[in-house]
């Protein structure tokens, strides 16, 4: 029986407080536990579990300076230190909806809130337990990455009935992913759907679609996922960049805010949320988001120079396109103390030279012009001296020349990298959102496909297609006119032929708000200038007709 096997079990308990530690181990003890381990940070959990194998952890939410649980979790993961038959059981004093939800969205095993009683210990552990004893050969296969194996067992279970019949099937349809089945997974979830409205089989749904690319399926899955369970971020994320595939990335940038209102501990959701930012041209959002990708990663394993950097590069990039002086400043500076702190605390010579590019840039936006071809300069002597030449490097030089009047150098530049990265499309994908213009041939003949079916299903009438295709390109383009003022010029005919909307203008507004920047002397400003009026028209009849 498993509540007389504890004393066969080793145990790891995770908290800061040596009281709690010393009350849990009495509970332990109370049901025969003999094995028992401690641990006061994060850093020492992680460290244990390099040098034993645990049957169950006890973790705190908050562990004081250091990684909190949610990490610990996350990295033991990450470094392949916790078995798929390990329990983790997060414990915590916290009942904040943004600590419970942030909680659970990492997938503990059990969740307990202090105090503990001894009643409710067992009753965790033995539901805990009883089912990875159960399933211990699907979990032997999954530590071992026999994923056939563990589809086989798991099949076995359902057929025989089990009472882990919906764990295996979620278990299931989650390595049928792994493993690129997308059919097979979606025919699962489809299956489990018809029984029963299952939260898991819907996200799983929802997942399955969007490996196939199936964008508006995915999305409308995903929506559902989050309406019949508003704390489902994972949701909420797939959703978000299901719009960005279907060119609406205003909606995805609302819809993750409105996520982090719910819970905000996940730092691949909140770099997300800053790409999807600078796409809509919203560098004060991402610079919002930014703030908390560095204070989220700042003890984990997502801490990175990068993040540091990022940082400072939306800081600069929003100080560079407000029209308000003092807020101008006010990014600068943060921008400037942002990287002084990079610099200092990671001492090395590629985050040194790609700081002073970035500080070149912050320094123009103040148009501080000797200063910033200074760091310009700074970064050059270093670049030379030492024969940095990295990716990143490149593209913050190129940057760097655009803002500071070097525009030559930057186009040579950036048409040698095009050159030196042809083969490679994420890297001709990252130079083609530099500049207005690809310079990759990918990029080239991407643009001149695009606009000739664009423009071909425009003529035929179809102008929410057009819509749609014109802004998927922008998410590869964002800095495109002609793609902009495509989709822009798209919406117009629709909206003439439809009416306006507040939505469709909203989102016409959007595209003009990032391109309001145009050169007078660019052969589209003419254009431009008739959208703007155009859009000034409709937005003056909608507000007409609300009165």
């Given at each position: 029986m498993i509540e007389n096997n504890y004393r066969n079990l080793k145990f790891l308990i995770v908290d800061d407080f040596e009281t709690f530690q010393k009350i849990l181990k009495r509970l332990l003890h109370g049901l025969s536990a003999e094995d028992i381990d401690t641990a006061l940070n994060g850093a020492q959990a992680v460290k244990s579990c390099e040098q034993n194998k645990y049957d169950v952890i006890f973790c705190d939410f908050d562990l004081g300076r250091g990684i909190n649980g949610l990490q610990v979790l996350e990295e033991l993961r990450h470094l392949e230190l916790l078995k798929s038959s390990t329990v983790f059981i997060m414990v915590t004093a916290e009942s904040g909806r943004d600590a419970v939800v942030g909680a659970m969205e990492y997938k503990p095993d059990a969740y307990m809130s202090k105090p503990v009683s001894s009643g409710e210990l067992q009753a965790r552990l033995v539901k805990s337990l009883k089912q990875k004893q159960a399933l211990a050969p699907v979990y032997r296969f999954l530590d071992n990455s026999e994923y056939d194996q563990a589809i086989k067992?798991?099949?076995?279970?359902?057929?025989?009935?089990?009472?882990?019949?919906?764990?295996?099937?979620?278990?299931?349809?989650?390595?049928?992913?792994?493993?690129?089945?997308?059919?097979?997974?979606?025919?699962?979830?489809?299956?489990?759907?018809?029984?029963?409205?299952?939260?898991?089989?819907?996200?799983?749904?929802?997942?399955?679609?969007?490996?196939?690319?199936?964008?508006?399926?995915?999305?409308?899955?995903?929506?559902?996922?989050?309406?019949?369970?508003?704390?489902?971020?994972?949701?909420?994320?797939?959703?978000?960049?299901?719009?960005?595939?279907?060119?609406?990335?205003?909606?995805?940038?609302?819809?993750?805010?409105?996520?982090?209102?719910?819970?905000s501990r996940s730092v691949t959701r909140q770099k997300l949320l800053a790409d999807i930012c600078k796409i809509n041209g919203d560098f004060e959002g991402a610079a919002k988001a930014s703030r908390r990708v560095v204070k989220l990663a700042e003890y984990g394993i997502h801490k990175s120079a990068d993040n540091d950097l990022d940082l400072a590069?939306?800081?600069?990039?929003?100080?560079?396109?407000?029209?308000?002086?003092?807020?101008?400043?006010?990014?600068?500076?943060?921008?400037?103390?942002?990287?002084?702190?990079?610099?200092?605390?990671?001492?090395?010579?590629?985050?040194?030279?790609?700081?002073?590019?970035?500080?070149?840039?912050?320094?123009?936006?103040?148009?501080?012009?000797?200063?910033?071809?200074?760091?310009?300069?700074?970064?050059?002597?270093k670049m030379e001296a030492t024969g940095s030449s990295n990716l990143r490097?490149?593209?913050?030089?190129?940057?760097?020349?655009?803002?500071?009047?070097?525009?030559?150098?930057?186009?040579?530049?950036?048409?040698?990298?095009?050159?030196?990265?042809?083969?490679?499309?994420?890297?001709?994908?990252?130079?083609?959102?530099?500049?207005?213009?690809?310079?990759?041939?990918?990029?080239?003949?991407?643009?001149?496909?695009?606009?000739?079916?664009?423009?071909?299903?425009?003529?035929?009438?179809?102008?929410?297609?057009?819509?749609?295709?014109?802004?998927?390109?922008?998410?590869?383009?964002?800095?495109?006119l002609g793609l902009r003022l495509n989709v822009i010029q798209s919406f117009l005919f629709d909206m003439k032929q439809h009416g306006p909307t507040q939505k469709k203008l909203s989102l016409c507004e959007n595209h003009m708000g990032i391109i309001k920047g145009m050169d007078e002397n660019s052969k589209?400003?003419?254009?431009?200038?008739?959208f703007k009026t155009a859009l000034k028209a409709l937005n003056q009849h909608l507000s007409k007709k609300a009165s």
């Open positions: 067992e798991c099949d076995k279970h359902i057929d025989e009935g089990g009472r882990h019949k919906n764990f295996c099937l979620k278990t299931k349809g989650s390595v049928l992913l792994k493993l690129k089945r997308f059919q097979e997974a979606q025919t699962l979830y489809e299956d489990v759907l018809n029984e029963r409205p299952l939260s898991w089989a819907q996200l799983g749904m929802a997942h399955a679609l969007a490996a196939q690319d199936l964008n508006k399926e995915a999305q409308q899955a995903f929506q559902k996922a989050y309406e019949d369970n508003p704390a489902s971020l994972e949701a909420f994320e797939g959703a978000a960049r299901a719009l960005v595939k279907l060119g609406d990335a205003g909606a995805a940038q609302r819809l993750l805010e409105q996520s982090s209102t719910i819970s590069d939306n800081l600069t990039e929003a100080a560079l396109q407000s029209h308000d002086k003092e807020k101008t400043k006010t990014l600068a500076n943060e921008a400037l103390d942002a990287l002084q702190k990079t610099e200092k605390e990671y001492n090395d010579v590629d985050v040194s030279i790609q700081s002073k590019l970035v500080e070149s840039r912050a320094h123009a936006s103040l148009s501080h012009d000797k200063f910033a071809q200074q760091a310009l300069q700074d970064a050059e002597q490097t490149q593209l913050e030089l190129t940057k760097s020349y655009f803002q500071t009047g070097h525009k030559d150098k930057a186009n040579e530049l950036l048409h040698s990298l095009a050159d030196q990265y042809k083969k490679d499309d994420k890297v001709s994908a990252m130079l083609d959102r530099i500049t207005d213009e690809p310079v990759s041939q990918s990029g080239k003949k991407e643009v001149v496909k695009i606009n000739k079916k664009g423009i071909a299903m425009f003529g035929e009438g179809e102008y929410q297609k057009a819509i749609e295709l014109f802004s998927q390109a922008i998410q590869r383009f964002p800095k495109h589209q400003f003419k254009r431009y200038l008739s």
